[in-house]
């Protein structure tokens, strides 16, 4: 990585990290829940800035979908305090990291993007080395597996990205 091009800090000198995905309700509400709990437990949460949109507009304000917070407090995380939202404008100028869960939702953030962003949007299952998939399936419309199938994508992946962010915490004397 260029850190002249990619500087791993926005001007709050915190770490930026959003997720995306299509409601904002399933997948990505998930990865922010799961890498938030990871940045928590390793006691990096305030440098940090983690959140999570969908490009879609359908399910603006609403909680994260019953079987994906169930699904997820099974397994740990509390998603209830997420609310869901669209991905805007300003989400260039605050996040350095945009990581889609499929190819449909990284092109939709390609082409929202401006020429100015200096950050990077990438798939985020690929961050992991080891994951047979490069994409999160939308569980929405398929049955009960695939929230499973959600949290163990992201639990992985969740673990790269914060071993791969944690070098650019800058150690404060
Ligand atoms: P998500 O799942 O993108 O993982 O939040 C979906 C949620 C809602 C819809 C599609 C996907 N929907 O069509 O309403």
Same mark, same amino acid.
């Given at each position: 990585m260029n850190t002249h091009n990619h500087p $791993? @800090?926005?001007? =709050?000198?915190k770490i930026?990290?959003? %997720? &995306?995905?299509?409601g904002n309700?399933?997948?990505?509400? +998930?990865? @922010? &829940? /799961?890498?938030q709990l990871l940045v928590n437990n390793a006691g990096l949460s305030?440098? %940090?800035?983690?959140?999570?949109?969908? +490009? &879609?507009?359908? @399910? #603006?304000?609403?909680?994260? =979908?019953?079987r994906s917070a169930a699904t997820a407090l099974a397994r740990g995380y509390d998603l209830s305090a997420l609310r869901a939202r669209q991905i805007? $404008?300003?989400?260039?100028?605050?996040?350095?990291? #945009?990581?889609?869960?499929? *190819? $449909?939702?990284?092109v939709d953030i390609q082409d929202l993007c401006?020429?100015?962003?200096n950050g990077q949007i990438e798939l985020f299952l690929? /961050?992991?080395? *080891?994951? /047979?998939?490069?994409?999160?399936?939308?569980?929405y419309y398929g &049955?009960?597996?695939?929230?499973?199938?959600?949290?163990?994508? /992201?639990e992985s992946a969740s673990i790269a990205l914060l071993n791969k962010l944690k070098n650019s915490v800058e150690i404060k004397p």
């Open positions: $791993a @800090h926005n001007s =709050d000198n930026s990290v959003l %997720f &995306g995905c299509l309700i399933c997948r990505s509400p +998930t990865a @922010h &829940g /799961v890498f305030s440098s %940090f800035n983690i959140d999570s949109c969908g +490009t &879609g507009d359908w @399910h #603006i304000g609403q909680s994260p =979908d019953n805007c $404008a300003d989400d260039f100028d605050r996040f350095e990291y #945009i990581y889609a869960m499929d *190819n $449909a939702n990284l401006p020429a100015s962003f690929p /961050v992991a080395n *080891n994951l /047979v998939v490069s994409e999160v399936p939308d569980p &049955g009960v597996n695939g929230f499973d199938n959600v949290i163990d994508l /992201v």
